[in-house]
């Protein structure tokens, strides 16, 4: 990792770092970049692997978004991800394409950072001195920003692992299926029954970052999920997106797609044992 | 970097930043497609290690020490992959430029990603089937029929000749040939919608290594010409260069560098220095008929053939039948509503390209994708000033075309290129050149008025049609006409009314595609008579039967000129019973929930076989001296299906077997003429000089055989490899030898006179009120298509007609940004339909008899496409009420419009 970061500011940080290549080569083919330097994360041992320490899921950054779908440590303990998994672009992508890699871009219509805030994982960097750990809350700053600074290098993903009392949805509404949504959302809850003890919920597509949603989690917490709570749950959710009003989907579009699609996961929520 | 290909180690060195698909070209795999660079659309898929990867984002180096298998390796020592087996079975392509991918992806799947292939295939598109074919493929099941040994093959479901070279990679489409020695071309594109060019400093191009040559508007010949290709050249106007010192669009060629490399080249580009007088610009065509408007081309009408350049008009149509003010009067309902149809990309997966080279004898020699081999060459001879003798355009298996390649977009400045540096040279279009530099549907806006009686009975129709031709007039003034033609033509009305413009703007010139103009007027018609059926409370089926054209009946759009279009046959009315019945017995199960709205609807098209003025085609059939016979036409195959067909019509005639008929096609130095196929020509036309040239062989040999027998030539008949005379066969090498070792005859055909066909379309759908999301329950449609000599490739097209149609009623928009600039440069964000956004759709045939087409045969193109989006507007209407005027029709838009009429909820 040291002989990555040098190479990667030996040039001024004219580089990319490539994981999956799955978003960066289509960029270097569209001629949007063209760094000096790649440098390939893909030989480095540490930034492999998945595997429980405790009640946390440690998953490698270079982890494929395949894996997401088939390793039964992300089933058994990050369902949210495995959930989210066949929405993400085709399986010739998800067999290349990397969890770090998407994390590390952070595209606000992407759907695994959106996981990311929706479980409360933690992102551990490789920088000037040496790991440390940024939780989801912290990481995504703005358009294609997070906490990683030029020469860091995202090496794995910490998630707390859910037990028999949390349950998940997620879902998408895309212009065509399979395609980038117009609203997506992931909700990751603790229940008692049908009693909701703690929610967290995140978006995307609805912003420059994920987006999560402290005013529908509240109006959720210490509630009973009914159809009541869902209908105050999706008043709540109004104030926490600020949808930008592109000229295609408008925000008052978003705003309305956000609080069907909550409406539907929450149904869902409430059906699942 | 050492590495195994399809079992071979490999020892090669990749570029810096090479993808591994153009490494796997390099090497001679070229079974490795390249459909868009970006990883969107499968075409490249490989397997590495045993999975599959979209090679076009595989960094080359990766595939260090690894084994990487492409289709070119998938047949084992025992035979074809069972993968490959099935495409064959299911004739799983049409053009096959998809099906490496298809394959590598389909042998990759598991049994669970089987059972769900709208997500399993949700990295590979294709263009042509309508991903029935593919469905059916990967679940085994098979449709290609034998040829009968003792019955004309005409009827039978007989496979593409090339199946065997589609699925293993074999076949050759334009760029699959080796290019080591050849140099590379690439533009450098206007960044302006409208500048004059006041100065190139290229110095900078020449300071890369490697770049041979820059190409600027003072090595262009000032001759203007269009882009378009049509019989007669001067259909279409004289008003672009090869490079010209005003560009009129952003993406409109400024320089083209010749290199050594792509690379190089493409470093030339930037290091060119324009220095740009911005000029005023104007992108919509109402704003640019008006007065005052930044004027496009200042160029003499009466050379140019421009119909007012001083107005910005390429070219305006106006016609009257009988008294449309009469009619209104006399209407107990009137209809007026506007319709705005939308730029679209043809989206074939082969993207444009040529290579060029000078022969020994001075030939220019052209390998291209194009549709009309024979129609560029002249075009080259023109512009270029050559004698057409020593121009040769021939081409490959072509990847798609749907009117994309009825335009030279390439070969010209390639030719320039050649004769400039005496280099051969390539130059092929990336993906975003296909959205940005290419053409595209004309966008169209249509202002319908219909008046009909209380019974139904029309009175009165009228349009007004403004049609964008973008930057350049090309095929503006053509698909004008066609689409102000058969929209009226289909409905015996007695007042009918027109008024055409088609305006230039600074945008992207709009071209020939699928359904050449009709699709846009047809969707307003056919819009505006659901909802005139709506207010006069007539069924939608009832008011076209009242109102349809019928055998007998005058065929008039708005003009009493006389014409050459008659019913050959007519299915119209059979074709209106099998939807009406199809959507009838249909049982689908709308969906759940009080959210979801369901309706059906319904729309009729009409097309004529073949366009006007003149299509000509030449057809040779030789007997050889080993009594085989060669075929010679041409056509291009690019996934119309004309090479199956073509040896279909003339075994039907020769008393043989399709493969016992070697076909030479698209290539100018094989043949006389050949207009090409364009116009829903392939088998109308070109089948017709085929079954007219099998014919004349015919009697030749029964000639031959009766003065060897020494019988009466009635005595003789044909049999599979042997004229029977009396008692005796006699072989048909002994005729060739007879006759001095080989036998020649010719057919020719015309384009003259010219039948009609029909399709009719059904939809059931539901509408979510909450999401605006659309689901199609039921989709069928009802072809007129004259016999169907080949009913599953016939039905191939109609769904693939379908599925593209469907993508231009749902999803997809090329869109321009208010500074001219494309914002869909890419299949990311230029929403063709995939698996999993196409329904299946039941294809009925009607059961009719051409008495102008080759046995029996219509044209059945481009004509499914366009009764679709009307019928999909007009179900929604039925479902919700609401009336949808501008596709695409996607959830946004969709809600959008419920929303506005208080029809949506939350």
């Not at chain 1, 109004?238 to 539907?264: K, N, Q, S, T």
């Not at chain 2, 070969?411 to 279009?429: C, M, N, P, S």
């Not at chain 2, 003789?716 to 005379?725: F, K, P, Q, S, T």
Request: hydrophobic share 40%; with cysteine.
């Amino acid at each position: 990792m040291e002989e990555a970061r040098a190479a990667f500011l030996a040039v001024d940080g004219d580089a990319s770092y490539i994981s999956g290549g799955q978003s960066l080569v289509p960029a270097l083919a569209m001629r949007l970049q063209a760094p000096a330097v790649l440098v390939d994360l893909s030989g480095i041992a540490d930034l492999r692997g998945v595997e429980l320490q405790g009640e946390t899921l440690r998953i490698g950054a270079l982890t494929r978004h395949a894996d997401a779908l088939t390793h039964p440590l992300i089933a058994r303990h990050a369902p949210l991800l495995n959930a989210a998994a066949p929405f993400v672009a085709h399986p010739a992508i998800r067999n290349r394409g990397t969890l770090g890699g998407s994390v590390s871009l952070a595209d606000p219509a992407s759907e695994f950072p959106a996981m990311m805030l929706a479980m409360g994982a933690q992102m551990e960097i490789f920088g000037e001195d040496g790991f440390r750990r940024v939780p989801a809350d912290d990481y995504f700053i703005d358009l294609y920003q997070t906490a990683l600074e030029p020469g860091d290098i995202l090496t794995a993903l910490y998630v707390p692992s859910v037990g028999p009392h949390h349950r998940w949805a997620f879902d998408e509404l895309a212009r065509r299926r399979g395609d980038y949504a117009m609203v997506g959302a992931g909700i990751l809850a603790h229940m008692d029954g049908a009693l909701v003890e703690s929610a967290r919920i995140a978006l995307f597509s609805v912003g420059s970052t994920p987006v999560r949603a402290p005013g529908a989690e509240a109006a959720l917490a210490g509630r009973l999920l009914d159809a009541k709570t869902i209908a105050d749950a999706q008043r709540a959710l109004d104030d926490d997106l600020d949808p930008p009003d592109d000229e295609h989907i408008p925000a008052a579009m978003r705003r309305h797609l956000a609080r069907v699609l909550l409406g539907r996961l929450l149904q869902r929520l409430g059906e699942t044992p | 970097m050492t590495l195994t290909i399809n079992g071979h180690p490999t020892d090669a060195a990749p570029r810096a930043g090479q993808c591994l698909r153009t490494f796997l070209r390099d090497q001679g795999w070229f079974g490795v497609k390249k459909g868009c660079d970006t990883g969107d659309c499968g075409a490249c898929t490989v397997h590495v290690d045993g999975e599959p990867v979209h090679s076009c984002i595989f960094p080359a180096f990766r595939a260090k020490g690894r084994e990487v298998r492409t289709i070119e390796g998938m047949r084992g020592a025992d035979g074809l992959h069972p993968v490959q087996e099935a495409f064959i079975a299911a004739q799983g392509f049409q053009c096959g430029f998809c099906t490496p991918g298809m394959v590598m992806t389909t042998a990759a799947l598991t049994q669970g990603q089987r059972a769900d292939l709208p997500i399993a295939l949700k990295g590979n598109i294709c263009r042509c089937s309508g991903y029935r074919a593919v469905e059916d493929a990967v679940h085994g099941i098979a449709h290609t029929e034998q040829a009968p040994q003792d019955a004309p093959s005409c009827g039978v479901s007989l496979p593409d000749p090339a199946n065997h070279a589609v699925v293993t990679g074999a076949v050759r489409y334009t760029m699959d040939v080796p290019v080591d020695d050849a140099a590379h071309l690439k533009i450098l594109r206007s960044p302006h919608p409208h500048a004059r060019i006041r100065a190139i400093d290229a110095s900078g191009a020449y300071d890369v290594p490697g770049v041979i040559a820059v190409l600027t508007h003072a090595d262009a010949p000032q001759a203007c010409f269009s882009s378009a290709r049509h019989e007669v050249s001067k259909d279409d106007p004289d008003d672009l260069r090869i490079l010209d010192d005003v560009v009129r669009f952003v993406g409109q060629r400024v320089a083209a560098v010749v290199a050594e490399s792509e690379g190089a080249a493409e470093e030339g580009c930037r290091r060119i220095k324009v220095d740009y007088e911005i000029l005023p610009a104007v992108f919509d065509p109402e704003a640019a008929m008006a007065p005052g408007a930044p004027i496009l081309h200042h160029k003499d009408p009466a050379t140019s053939r421009i119909g007012a350049p001083e107005r910005n008009v390429v070219g305006e149509v106006h016609g009257m039948l009988g008294d449309v003010e009469a009619g209104f009067a006399e209407a107990d309902a009137i209809y007026e509503g506007n319709y705005a149809s939308q730029r679209i990309q043809h989206g074939h997966l082969e993207t444009l390209g040529s290579i060029g080279w000078l022969e020994a004898d001075g030939t220019l020699s052209l390998r291209t994708s194009s549709q009309v081999p024979f129609l560029v060459r002249n075009a080259l001879a023109d512009v270029l000033s050559l004698d057409p003798a020593l121009v040769r355009v021939a081409c490959g298996r072509v990847g798609g075309g749907f009117g994309a390649k009825q335009e030279m977009l390439t070969e010209d400045i390639v030719a320039l290129a050649v004769l400039k540096t005496g280099r051969k040279v390539k130059h092929e279009f990336t993906r975003e050149e296909q959205f940005t530099a290419a053409t595209c549907r004309h966008p169209v806006r249509v202002r319908v008025m219909l008046g009909a009686r209380r019974d139904g009975t029309l009175t009165a129709m009228q349009i007004r049609v403004v049609s964008d031709a973008g930057a350049y007039g090309n095929h503006s003034v053509g698909t004008l006409f066609h689409g102000c033609n058969e929209v009226l033509q289909l409905y015996r009305c007695p007042n009918k009314k027109v008024d055409g413009f088609a305006a230039y703007t600074n945008t992207l010139p709009s071209g020939a595609f699928r359904g050449y103009g009709l699709s846009q007027t047809v969707f307003a018609m056919e819009s505006a008579l659901d909802e005139l059926a709506r207010t006069i409370g007539v069924d939608p089926f009832e008011l076209r039967r009242l109102n349809v054209v019928r055998p007998g009946d005058a065929m008039r759009a708005y003009s009493d000129h006389p014409h050459d279009v008659e019913f050959g046959s007519y299915g119209l009315d059979q074709c209106l019973d099998l939807v009406e019945a199809a959507l009838a017995r249909d049982e689908s199960v709308p969906p759940d929930g009080a959210e979801w709205a369901t309706g059906q609807g319904m729309a009729a098209a009409m097309i004529d076989t073949i366009p006007p003025r003149g299509h000509f085609s030449d057809a040779r059939v030789r007997l050889t001296e080993d009594g085989a016979f060669e075929l010679t036409v041409g056509t291009v195959e690019f996934g119309n299906g004309t090479s199956t067909v073509h040896r279909q019509i003339a075994a039907s005639v020769l008393a043989t077997t399709p493969d016992k008929i070697r076909l030479v096609q698209g290539d100018t130095t094989q043949l006389g003429h050949d207009t090409g196929a364009f116009g829903s020509t392939g088998i109308v036309v070109a089948g017709l000089a085929t079954e007219r040239a099998a014919r004349a062989m015919a009697e030749r040999l029964l000639a031959e055989a009766a003065g060897a027998a020494g019988v009466a030539p009635e005595a003789c008949h044909l049999e599979d490899g042997a004229v029977r005379a009396g008692a005796t066969a006699v072989p048909l090498s002994a005729l060739a030898a007879q006759a001095g070792g080989t036998i020649t005859v010719e057919g020719h055909s015309t384009g003259s006179p010219r039948s009609v066909a029909f399709n009719v379309h059904g939809f059931k759908v539901a509408v979510n009120r909450g999401t605006g999301e659309l689901r199609i329950l039921k989709s069928v449609q009802a072809a007129d298509a004259g016999r169907v000599l080949n009913p599953m490739q016939c039905r191939g097209q109609v769904e693939g007609g379908v599925a593209q149609a469907l993508g231009a009623a749902m999803s997809e928009n090329l869109r321009i940004g208010p500074d001219g600039v494309v914002e869909t440069p890419n299949f990311r964000s230029y929403l063709m339909p995939r698996f999993v956004d196409i329904p299946r759709t039941e294809v009925l045939f009607a059961d009719t008899y051409d008495r102008l087409g080759p046995f029996g045969a219509k044209s059945m193109s481009e004509s499914p496409f366009n009764p679709v989006a009307p019928a999909l507007a007009n179900a929604v209407r039925d479902a919700t009420g609401v009336r949808l005027t501008h596709p695409p029709f996607a959830p946004d838009t969709v809600h959008a419009a419920l929303a506005a009429s208080g029809a949506a909820c939350e």
